[in-house]
């Protein structure tokens, strides 16, 4: 019995070699899975990062798209509020250089009158002048009226003109036409 046992206990040399070539197999299939297993959860980890990458780009794509409509609206009605200024300031020269500008936006606010056959005209006391020496031409210009009234009025903007009729008031002034123009267009 103890020869058996010993004989059991006995490993030969190419027994050892065979038990060794596997586990050295196993090591290495067991290596191999490790390295796949990493190499997945590698690439699953990429693929959330690109994931969340891709939509956190998209986010931020899409408030700099709001920023730039916000920034372009603020551009185009400050771009319009100047053009007004602008267009304001050259229509208060042309009046100041020629006085007869004043006559020519009265008369076309009173075309737009049918029915009146009484007009007061409220203008600047530094445009009455050419009102008063033009009034027979502003009356010939209307169907109804026989006579108008002028007044000085300091709270008329220069070249501009209130016209008063027993139907209303059309406030003919540079300023209101202006501000009329900004509000249609929405500034």
């Known amino acids: ?3 058996d046992i010993k004989a059991e206990s006995e490993i030969t040399s190419s027994d050892a070699k065979l038990i060794v070539q596997k586990a050295q197999e196993e090591v290495e299939k067991l290596l191999k899975k490790t390295d796949e297993e990493i190499a997945a959860r590698v690439q699953e980890a990429k693929d ?3 994931k969340k990458g891709y939509e956190k780009s998209q986010e931020l794509k899409d408030k700099l798209a709001q920023l730039e409509t ?3 609206s603020e551009v185009k009605d400050g771009v319009l509020h100047a053009a007004f200024i602008v267009a304001e300031s050259i229509l208060n020269a042309v009046v100041s250089a020629s006085p007869d500008a004043v006559l020519m936006v009265a008369q076309t606010a009173l075309s737009e009158i049918s029915e009146a ?3 007061w005209l409220r203008v ?3 445009d009455a002048p050419i009102f008063i020496q033009n009034k027979q031409k502003i009356i010939d210009g209307l169907e109804r009226v026989k006579d108008i009234d002028i007044r000085e ?3 008329v903007g220069r070249g501009g003109v209130l016209i008063q009729t027993e139907s209303g008031v ?3 002034q540079i300023k209101t ?3 009329e123009m900004a509000r249609l267009l929405g500034v």
């Open 153 to 155: 009025d300091r709270q």
């Open 124 to 126: 600047n006391p530094v």
């Open 117 to 119: 056959s009484h007009i």
């Open 48 to 50: 959330m990062g690109t």
């Open 70 to 72: 916000l920034v372009l």
């Open 177 to 179: 036409q202006i501000e």
């Open 1 to 3: 019995m103890i020869s």
């Open 170 to 172: 059309i406030d003919a």
